[in-house]
């Protein structure tokens, strides 16, 4: 959003301040009639405050696709306030309407004068986009002819020349641009600069294309950034982002060229507004975040407005992706983790009684109840659904269950590595020999002894489970090892499977993704962990549940 001085909010009339403010917000959310409505008096009325109102109004007729009204707006505004501050802000949008239309020389001029250092980023995405929408070879040649100084002109007309001709005049044409111009090298954005609230939509026609833009929406803090510490807080999102970085380039070795850029975006309802109004955000396809839960809001409104691909890539409640068409969960919810787990209960045969334990934070109480309520749907009988805490002595007190009174199975979700082993050591006091199903959240793989898991039926519900002799997962962790000189971790094994599977898929497709009924992973596909299954919904289905065989865990689901 432009920020206003705060030497000329004091001059203004707080109620026009707070009409302004009001119908800025409308145009964020989406509510752009209002908005203009609430835009007309201020523009009429010729204060500080008329040449801000016109633009966003602007904004508004943009965002609605009535470029011509934009186009009218603008062209007011810059005829009444010719030395505005922010002129190149509204040459930009002019420009970008102008090219909507089709009116290509009108546009190429307007976009020189928006042609500042602060805005060249955004005006070469702008550029690039509209020229590579030219499918007329002769067109774009007469236009390169009368621009022969456009650098993004001569760029997408050797693009051009290399799709569609073999005549040897054209290709020596392209090798003289080539040589002239170089070719456009795609290198991660930074955080979004100066605002300017306009989104330049490219129309999804459902066909795929020759590159995908990535936003990549995490809390980096950069600003707090240490590059000699390695235990910082949000380390996750840094191995997140690596992962992805090294599905950048497994992507180009198959052809599908992605753009990454990156954006620090905390928990800031401000910054996302920010962003999403900057034209840098303009070519968007693909969105990974952000973390958190407003800004996430706004976020997932953008992409469905406006025909993009979403990704929570760590979260995993149902409630992000509910009537949300275009936004997924990579990791699989609460809901699909206790479906899938019963499913599996079922394959077992064991009586259809249940005890349901869980540890003490809120997402143990949430799957656990979750659970419960899909057994009683089965026609389960829950004999016990129980907070259990401290040592095997302890929860061993707090259970009815014994070998008398013995459920058909065992349900267990904490979020504590210590849990784990003292429910089992509790059940073995109980004389309760029925199978467990566990999170694996409840065990330190590294502290435990081989018997906590033999000693009974155990199985464990492992949504990062990597199997290390897998070719993929091998491959990758000693690529990763000779780039980085670390073991990945399993947020970066995640950020590259989730990069590799939803570019593959944008390739494969195009946007927006409709057809889910065969969105998953095909037999024989490279992923380092279990990989996706959207075939019924927008959230992962695959939850790998594991048992210890043979000295390691096997994914036996």
């Known amino acids: 959003m432009l920020l206003i001085q705060a030497d000329l909010w004091a001059q203004l009339n707080p109620e026009a301040e707070r009409r302004y403010r009001a119908a800025v917000k409308m145009v964020q959310l989406g509510e752009y009639e209002k908005a203009k409505t609430e835009l007309q008096p201020i523009m009429q009325r010729g204060t500080a405050l008329s040449p801000f109102a016109y633009y966003h109004h602007a904004i508004a007729s943009f965002r609605q696709r009535n470029f011509g009204a934009t186009v009218l707006t603008i062209r007011q505004l810059l005829d009444k306030f010719p030395d505005w501050r922010k002129k190149e802000d509204a040459n930009y949008l002019l420009a970008a309407a102008l090219f909507e239309t089709g009116k290509l020389d009108e546009a190429i001029q307007t976009v020189r004068r928006a042609n500042t250092p602060e805005l060249r980023t955004d005006v070469d995405q702008l550029e690039r986009y509209f020229y590579s929408q030219i ?144 034209p840098t ?7 990974f975040g952000p973390l958190y839960a407003e800004p996430n809001r706004l976020v997932r409104d953008f992409t469905n407005q406006n025909g993009l691909v979403l990704v929570n890539p760590i979260a995993t409640s149902s409630d992000l992706v509910t009537n949300q068409p275009s936004a997924f969960l990579a990791q699989a919810s609460l809901n699909q983790q206790a479906e899938q787990a019963l499913a599996f209960v079922k394959s077992l045969g064991v009586p259809k009684k249940v005890a349901i334990y869980y540890g003490a934070s809120r997402r143990d109480s949430t799957l656990a109840a979750t659970y419960q309520a899909d057994a009683k749907k089965a026609g389960y009988q829950v004999m016990e ?70 000693r009974r039926e155990t199985y464990l519900i492992y949504p990062e489970f990597i199997d290390p002799d897998r070719p993929a997962a091998e491959e990758f962790q000693k690529k990763y090892l000779a780039e980085r000189n670390i073991i990945p971790s399993v947020y970066a094994c995640q950020g590259y499977d989730q990069l590799l599977f939803f570019g593959r898929q944008i390739a494969r497709r195009g946007l927006p993704l409709k057809n889910w009924a065969t969105l998953r992973t095909e037999s024989g596909e490279d992923y380092v962990m279990s990989g996706f299954d959207y075939t019924r919904n927008n959230e992962n289905q695959i939850v790998p549940i594991v048992k210890y065989v043979g000295g390691r865990f096997t994914k036996i689901n």
């Open 135 to 278: 499918t007329d070879l002769n067109r774009l040649k007469v236009l390169q002819r009368q621009y022969p100084d456009n650098r993004n002109l001569g760029l997408a007309l050797v693009e051009l020349i290399q799709q569609k001709s073999t005549d040897k005049n054209d290709l020596e044409l392209s090798d003289r641009l080539s040589n002239r111009f170089g070719v456009p090298a795609p290198t991660p954005g930074q955080s979004a600069g100066p605002a300017a609230p306009v989104r330049t939509t490219p129309t999804r026609t459902g066909k795929a294309k020759g590159y995908y833009n990535v936003a990549v929406l995490f809390p980096f803090r950069v600003d707090g950034f240490d590059a000699e510490k390695r235990l910082r807080a949000n380390q996750y999102v840094y191995d997140l982002y690596d992962g992805m970085k090294m599905a950048k380039a497994k992507l180009q070795s198959e052809g599908v060229t992605v753009n990454l850029f990156a954006y620090d975006i905390d928990n800031s309802e401000d910054k996302t507004l920010e962003l999403l109004n900057n």
């Open 385 to 454: 659904f129980r907070k259990l805490t401290g040592n095997g002595v302890a929860m061993a007190a707090g259970m009815t269950v014994s070998d008398v009174n013995k459920p058909g199975h065992v349900f267990f979700v904490s979020s504590n590595d210590e849990d784990g082993p003292n429910l089992s050591d509790a059940l073995s006091r109980r004389k309760v020999s029925s199978p467990l199903l566990a999170t694996a959240s409840a065990f330190d793989f590294y502290k435990s002894s081989s018997s906590v898991f033999s």
């Open 281 to 287: 955000f303009a070519q968007t396809d693909l969105v």
